[in-house]
């Protein structure tokens, strides 16, 4: 394969010496998911041109549901409401609901009027799934056959769909008013005799989901048996769509990435390719939040002026106990975040991991405080400011480990983000209890410290 | 599904009253992937007694590569040599190398010994690609044809692989010298009529990876281009073997849990269901360095103890510095972390990522700055402390975005884990230059401070 940058300084060239029809043989022997990298080092002019050549080929669609959604704003704007909804019309329905949220709101009545009728009714009933819900990723297109029909018949049905052929991997068995009764896995039904009836060769009450449950959940289930495709059936068993594989994939990596950056105080679209101006705007108000976090941490560092005053070496370790006491909250909170993520929670219960964590953080205290003690005590040669600091590392230590395990727990049983803003608030609590616990027990001992 | 929770109290009470037939029903039906969670929670003797059961109906090994690797541990205690050596007998390569290297090293030896000759030899040979690596997580077993075949005797060698089918969802056409030729999709095979040649069926020189490919590159290319299987050939193009896309998806998901476990420090043994004692054992290393980190910005600050002696409010200051840089240099880490991960940084360089995450930190550092700037004058009445909060807060915002996006950048080129260590170091060179920046402008400043 040719590495994107190479092609696009070639298709820069193409373009721009306008050898549209060398241009178009180059993009003819792009893949798709090639196109994302190309697209985003050209100019809004240069993106037009190679929409239109695309068109020509009817890839454009393909091309564009493989984009990434942070180029979409750039495609979008190069492309009339007339094209756009032909492209629309194109994809499935899963790929135009993503592509649907990428076009401006101002636009967006507009493209979606011009779609054909049926189509935009396909897509309002689509977008009354929750987001991030089983609904929006599954496809409607599948093979259903009728429990009666031979594994020739069911050949046949095969090749009657044509492209869509394609992509299938399994058939779904349904009855008379569309309920699922089992899945035929398509290798079966191969190496089965041509007149064996599907009732014999399929998997019967085979594992689905409702078009509401989580997109995680539902990559779990894929994950852990194994699956290339799961039915997504409604309450009465009525065959609704399929979620294939390549979703899964994506929605594992969209789901890690998004945990990723809530425990960093991050929103997802703010991407290494996105403009510097949406980065910020971003992540600005968490900025902002962990500010006011920061000030009150400052405050209560203001409350012991008096101690400090009295013993300025004070100052130097608030780095140390501040550092220390992040450092154990948020590998806690990772640890307790990630098996959320990938629903191990349930192997031991929540209790037991905070128990655990806490155990943890208390003899992790212990050993890096005996050290700290004894490394301050060489220091500033006094032995009960050695003894100041491993009373603080260690109860500091203990709170961090609890924090860091108990509130992603707690979001998830208030049915938040379990990652989203866990960062800051363990990082607060452990900073204000770490310094009101160091300056306070100083305070208390100060008689002997000096 | 019958909940774990709910299995594993029923199975306790089968195997404590002796009910092994009963029991042995119970875990037919259960799927492999489910047993995880069931033998969490029993005794060693009682996972003796369910291998046993397991044992006899052949499922003992099935069993056994779905369980996650922290669980091995316990299992391997309960069962012998000659045992275990049966059961990796019959599993494929990828996951016999994945069991063995569960085995504790000092039976690993007697056991391996207990294999029939070819299996070790295939072993052996399989240990000697590099760990995370393809022909680490390929398996041997695919169909090959020959492109002289037609349609329906692709078939019938499907037929022919028995329990093999089903698992494949290509077949592969060599020469005869085993040279991939190219790829026929079963479901291509199945829609085709049935006297066609492979030839005209096969996808031509298809994507390939050599057994050498890092697992994360591969899982990439699988990710991006939708597939559901890619072939391991070595230099010559001959057929290795095929990882297939239930791998990556466990590659995916392992690679996220190893980047988001190294940005906070941690090892990947260290999981929620990890016994305290192993926990403690991982972390305090990361623990100790960071010890050392956060000690060394500790000496820095007490450089100044002179400076805080003059004007011991500075001191409340620290947290806000060291939060502030500390908490724009993790988002910037994880945003570029995520993006190598990913593969996304060819999409934009990473020297116009570092410019841009720079940029970024700057403008954000000059508003929270003006922020602080205020809060300050507004707490202290001091407007040149308020400046000095302003002028070390762009600077340390600044530094730390600048740090946070050129050291994974650079981890890399060294050919490192970008994720690992980067957290702490990013943090404690953001941490020293915030505190050094802070209290050396104040000292410059301090005769208009006070």
């Known amino acids: 394969m040719a590495t994107p940058v190479v092609t696009t300084r070639i298709l820069r060239r193409l373009l721009s010496s306008g050898a549209n029809a060398r241009a178009e043989r180059l993009l003819a022997r792009i893949h798709p998911a090639d196109l994302g990298p190309l697209l985003a080092d050209l100019t809004r002019e240069e993106i037009r041109t190679v929409i239109d050549l695309l068109f020509k080929h009817r890839r454009a669609a393909t091309m564009l549901k493989e984009l990434p959604p942070e180029l979409l704003p750039q495609v979008f704007e190069a492309v ?7 492209l629309l019309n ?3 329905i899963d790929d135009m609901l993503e592509l649907v949220a990428g076009i401006p709101e101002e636009r967006r009545d507009a493209v979606q009027a011009l779609l054909p009728s049926d189509r935009r ?10 987001p991030s819900s089983a609904g929006r990723v599954m496809t409607t297109s599948y093979i259903a056959l009728d ?3 031979t594994a020739q018949e069911a050949i046949d049905s095969i090749r009657a769909s044509g492209d869509l052929g394609e992509s299938i991997l399994y058939l779904y068995v349904t009855d008379e008013s569309r309920r699922l009764q089992g899945v035929v896995p398509i290798r079966r039904l191969v190496a089965s005799p041509p007149d064996r009836p599907c009732s014999d060769l399929m998997i019967q009450d085979p594992l689905n989901v409702q078009p509401e449950a989580d997109q995680e959940e539902v990559a779990q289930l894929v994950a852990r048996y194994d699956l290339l495709a799961i039915p997504v059936t409604d ?8 979620i294939t594989v390549d979703d899964v994939i994506d929605v594992i990596t969209e789901e890690a990435t998004e945990d990723m950056y809530h425990l960093a105080g991050l929103s997802e679209e703010d991407r290494v390719f996105t403009s510097a101006r949406v980065s910020i705007r971003k992540r600005l108000p968490w900025m902002i939040v962990n500010l006011g976090a920061t000030f009150t941490a400052a405050w209560i560092v203001g409350l012991f002026e008096r101690t400090i005053e009295q013993m300025v070496a004070l ?7 501040a550092g220390m006491g992040g450092n154990g909250g948020i590998q806690t909170l990772t ?6 993520a990938l629903g191990e929670i349930e192997f031991s219960s929540g209790v037991r991991a905070v128990a655990k964590e806490l155990g943890v953080g ?11 003690a004894v490394v301050t005590y060489l220091w500033q040669g006094n032995p009960t400011l050695g003894a100041v600091v491993f009373l603080s590392m260690v109860s500091t230590m203990a709170v961090a480990s609890f924090l860091g395990a108990a509130t992603p727990l707690i979001l998830k049983a208030l049915r938040q983000d379990p990652a989203l803003g866990a960062g800051v608030i363990v990082t607060f609590l452990t900073d204000a209890f770490g310094f009101f616990t160091f300056l306070g027990i100083a305070t208390l001992l100060m008689d002997r410290l000096l």
């Open 80 to 86: 009339t409401d007339q094209r756009l909804a032909e």
């Open 90 to 92: 194109r994809v499935e």
């Open 121 to 130: 009714a396909e897509l309002r009933h689509a977008e009354l799934y929750p």
């Open 147 to 149: 429990e009666k029909m």
């Open 235 to 242: 309450v009465d068993g009525t065959m609704l769509g399929v």
């Open 315 to 321: 100052a130097a370790f608030l780095p140390v106990v």
């Open 335 to 340: 640890v307790i975040t990630r098996a959320i």
């Open 362 to 372: 208390l003899v992790l205290g212990a050993t890096v405080g005996v050290m700290s």
